[in-house]
Nanobody, 129 residues
Framework: QMHLVESGGGLVQPGGSLRLSCAAS????????IGWFRQAPGKEREGVGC????????VYADSVKGRFTITYDKAKNTVFLQMNNLKPEDTAVYYC??????????????????????WGKGTLVTVSS
C-alpha cells in the first residue's frame, strides 16, 4: 500500500538551489522515519538525512549540514529536500525512503538505508557549470 515517487531533480549550477519532493501514498502510521539517500555514479548509496515522526527530529550527513533541509507536509503526504549551495559532489540519484517504526532519536544511527521498508525510484540531480 505504500508508494513513493520522487520529483524535482534536474541540472543546476554550483551554488544553486533545488527542491526535491517525495509523494508518499499510503503512509498512515503514527511512527515512521522518512529519509533521503543518494547514489553518485559508480559509488555506493549514502545517507543524506532523515526525519522522525515521533518528535520531528532531523539528522543530516556532515557533507550536507547547513545546506540541505528536510521538511514534511503531513496534509499533502509529501516530504521535501531543500538543497542550497549545491556542489558538484552533490551530483547523484536521490531517493526517498520510509521506515515504518518508532525510533529513539536520542540514540545513534537511526537514519540507515538498510532499515528502510519502502523506496522510491529516485530522481537525478546534476550539479555542473
Amino acid at each position: 500500500q505504500m508508494h513513493l515517487v520522487e520529483s524535482g531533480g534536474g541540472l543546476v549550477q554550483p551554488g544553486g538551489s533545488l527542491r526535491l519532493s517525495c509523494a508518499a501514498s499510503g503512509l498512515t502510521s503514527n511512527y515512521y522515519v522518512i529519509g533521503w539517500f543518494r547514489q553518485a555514479p559508480g559509488k555506493e548509496r549514502e545517507g543524506v538525512g532523515c526525519f522522525s515522526s515521533n518528535d520531528g527530529s532531523t539528522v543530516y550527513a556532515d557533507s550536507v549540514k547547513g545546506r540541505f533541509t528536510i521538511t514534511y507536509d503531513k496534509a499533502k503526504n509529501t516530504v521535501f529536500l531543500q538543497m542550497n549551495n549545491l556542489k558538484p559532489e552533490d551530483t547523484a540519484v536521490y531517493y526517498c525512503a520510509v521506515e515504518l517504526a518508532w525510533v529513539n532519536t536520542n540514540g545513534s544511527s537511526w537514519c540507515r538505508d538498510h532499515d528502510m521498508d519502502f523506496w522510491g525510484k529516485g530522481t537525478l540531480v546534476t550539479v555542473s557549470s
